[in-house]
């Protein structure tokens, strides 16, 4: 039988737990070179001989995915202790086994990063999605809108540098900055951004209402408009790494969160809106994990919707899983959205029962559950079970932390298609806007101490 990508890891767990045992399958490391390639480190000594017969086992069942220099390292050979010691370790589950593993990539390494903790303020708000076409840049848009008609002073990034419309929704000629995101990233890379330099980023919007303002930073800023031939040798630099003045790599995700907190002054902004690249691309990463922001995922009631984010809930899973919380702050931030969807109840619910089951499976809903803290004493049989009335529900019952947020939904509206809101002003009314982003805007507002006691008055 020829071995594949996802047959290989299931194949080493095998083989190290028929040869080594359940705790050293648990306590070792697996690491997995950026080929795919993998090897195994065994987290005491073992005797030679042994070592070398499973080690041969290994590469026979692992065939092409093995290693080709040590596909098995013993605890004292050299680079060993390190390698089990280090944090970069994710929880693995295959199968019935729980392994560690190092994954080793030459793209989208930003991915292992464990998600930053919650930035401080102001808050920041990240719109992902797998695809376009869910409306996931008019909801920004509406968004921006909705708190500036609140008096508050919002900054919408672009981070979509392959597929940019941010600043053409919120921006005109006459207001589009000099510079946009991936002259940021390009020129950092040179030399540190000065001030001059940053204030060439920012474009004000004109739509903003008179008692709030929205300022824009654009993918593309002037320049690589009056200069199309360049962009593409743009963005091949913006994801490379830099290098810093001490020595280290900055990634990506690295550069941006220092580009955000150059920004994220809350005496020049109360919030900042980030439309992120469709896709699970490595920018997708930055925007996801490295922000300490809330996520809200798009996506329509559709199949392609669950399978790509089952894929990325999987992955998140493997750092709830790692973490030494009961349950990480960063899953109380993951919000579901549903696109376009309809006016029947019953229909969104459906949309949510999926989700539900998606968090499910991902093995983040089971995060957080506790068993009673007190066994029941005295209990010899279920109809011996002794009765406390001092004791509440909570004490004796298991309990479950909120992991998943219920879903929100923004209703299909034909008035938001083809969204231009320079062209027809009067969709970022209130009155308009409201019945199909209002359980959205009621999301967003929580952040807003000031807005959600509105929202509680409203209702």
Known sequence: MTIRFDDSLPALVSVIRTGFGSAALAQGVAVR????????????????????????????????????????????????????????????????????????????????????????????????????????????????AHLASAGKRVLAIDLDMEAPGL?????????????????????????????????????????????????????????????????????????????????????????????????????????????????????????ILGLGAEVFLFGLDEAQTFQGYAALLGHLGRFAKSSTAEVPEWLGRLSMVQGKAPADENAREAFADKCKQMFIASGLESVGLQPPTEPLLGAGSFSDVPWDDDQSDEDVLPTEQDVFRAPVAIL????????????KRSLLSQDVYRFSYGMFLTRVDESFPDLRSADHAAN
């Open 167 to 287: 600043g053409s929704l919120l921006l005109d000629d006459g207001t589009l900055p000099e510079f946009g995101l991936i002259d940021a990233l390009v020129e950092n890379g040179l030399a540190p951004l000065d001030e001059a330099f940053l204030a060439d980023l920012v474009g004000p919007s004109d739509l903003a209402d008179r008692r709030g303002r929205i300022d824009v930073i654009p993918a593309f800023g002037r320049r690589s408009i009056q200069n199309p031939g360049d962009v593409l040798s743009k963005i091949a630099r913006a994801y490379t790494e830099d290098i810093r003045p001490d020595g280290s790599m900055a990634s990506i995700l690295d550069q941006v969160a220092e580009l955000f907190d150059r920004f994220a002054d809350p005496a020049r902004y109360d919030a900042i809106l980030v439309d992120a690249r469709a896709g699970l691309h490595e920018t997708t990463a930055t925007a």
């Open 412 to 423: 299909n509206n034909e008035q938001f298609m083809g969204f231009d809101p320079r062209q």
């Open 33 to 144: 070179d950026v080929t795919g390639r993998l090897a195994f480190v065994l987290p005491r000594e073992f005797d030679a001989e042994l070592v070398e017969r499973i080690g041969n086992l290994l590469i026979d069942e692992l065939g092409p995915y093995a290693r080709t220099d040590r596909v098995l390292v013993n605890a004292t050979d050299f680079g060993a202790e390190a390698l089990l010691k280090t944090e970069s370790a994710l929880s693995v589950k295959v199968n019935d086994s729980a392994i560690r593993l190092i994954d080793r990539r030459l793209v989208g390494a930003d991915w292992l990063r464990t998600p930053a903790a919650k930035a401080p303020p102001p808050p920041r708000f990240v719109f992902a999605s797998l695809k376009g076409g869910v409306g996931r840049s008019t909801a920004l848009a509406i968004t921006a």
